[in-house]
DNA sequence: GTCTATATGGCGATAGAC
DNA sequence: GTCTATCGCCATATAGAC
């Protein structure tokens, strides 16, 4: 790894770490190149705009998310089991803080996403997965479509709006950590008992 | 209603709307004088800087909000019936767009959110009603406080993320309008079948 | 109260020396 | 490739006439 590429390096990590945190909008190249250790000719120097910069960051955030969403056909897990490591996988993505970046961006932009996904393969593996279970018969009739929202709903919400369950519900920071290290769990259990026979 | 008045409502009106289309950092002094009709001058001499006007905002929003939460004890409607009540209540709100408003606002500075809950009464009123249909055997033993999250998350997080949704599901505007009015019934079944016993 | 014109400051981007 | 200095623009906010 020669000298430049250290130092992008060192300017994508900076840069996840505060489009994440503030927004395209909220972020300053200068404190991009402060986190970087570099000037903030530097930065352009490597990375011609912020536009550019951003398209990188946001682009690996979406590859770290679309593969997550393809785990349904491939073993011979029961379909309980699958949803149990289902929102396991989820939910320790959605704590990283990625995922509410990925979509504030997406909605101060809707065309980040349209030519990204134009070229992803079919993402519906659970839809048509969950299709089959409802045809053969194995669980409570439900329209597969929904039961994509309501999992990844149930799974994604909480990380984007801890602020305010957090303070709505009263718990001190130490509570609220305690009550999320069993939601995986819980939220596997409760997807199960709402579609199960 | 005076002249003074008037205007200040014309103000509110389209502040309103660019600041829930654009969150604080995306919006523009400018746009929302031109969209009030009257001048940038004009809108500071009402509200001196973009920082009053958008609490302005943002008050009203959470008051908007946080009494859909409080309506759980007041009548004898049966449990289930006000599942199907409170589903149908905070997808109606959520679909104006102002929750999205509210969550990004509040991840952009968590302090706005701080000062407005503690002047608030307990908003717990879900959680001890069902922490009550826990206690007397009604329904499947469940942590009230993760039942509280996961109604949230079920009716929030479409409207939050209905831009990947559309384009996840490969769903044309029409389609995903259809699949939505339905959303509120489909959302209370399913939350009631997880929960009883 | 409303306007036009302007002050003030911040940010993305570049010039040019080393 | 990295830096300091600076340009050019845009956004908030204000001055001052009407």
């Known amino acids: 790894m020669n000298e430049s590429t250290v130092t992008e390096e ?9 489009f ?16 970087a250790g570099i000037s903030k000719a530097s930065l352009h120097y490597h990375f011609r705009s912020k536009d550019n910069l951003f ?22 897990l029961s379909w309980e089991e699958k949803v149990n490591r289902f929102t396991a996988d989820l939910l320790e993505f959605v704590q ?23 070229k992803a393969k079919s993402n519906n593996s659970l839809v048509t997965y969950f299709e089959e279970l409802n045809n053969t018969g194995q669980i409570r009739q439900t329209d597969p479509r929904l039961l994509y929202i309501f999992l990844q709903s149930i799974c994604c919400f909480p ?3 801890n602020q305010m369950f957090r303070k709505v519900l009263r718990l001190t920071d130490r509570q609220y950590n305690e009550l999320m290290e069993g939601y995986a769990r819980a939220a596997a259990s ?3 008992h709402a579609i199960k026979k």
């Open 159 to 161: 990380a984007i709006n």
């Open 20 to 35: 994440e945190k503030k927004g395209y909008n909220g972020t300053r190249m200068q404190v991009i190149a402060d986190v």
């Open 190 to 192: 409760f997807i199960i």
């Open 10 to 18: 060192k300017i994508l990590q900076a840069a996840r770490l505060e």
């Open 96 to 118: 990283k803080g990625t995922m509410l970046f990925i979509i504030r961006e997406i909605n101060r932009n809707p065309d980040l996403l349209s030519e990204r996904i134009k």
């Open 55 to 76: 398209q990188r960051i946001f682009n690996d955030a979406l590859n770290d998310y679309i593969p997550l969403v393809n785990t349904w056909k491939d073993d011979s």
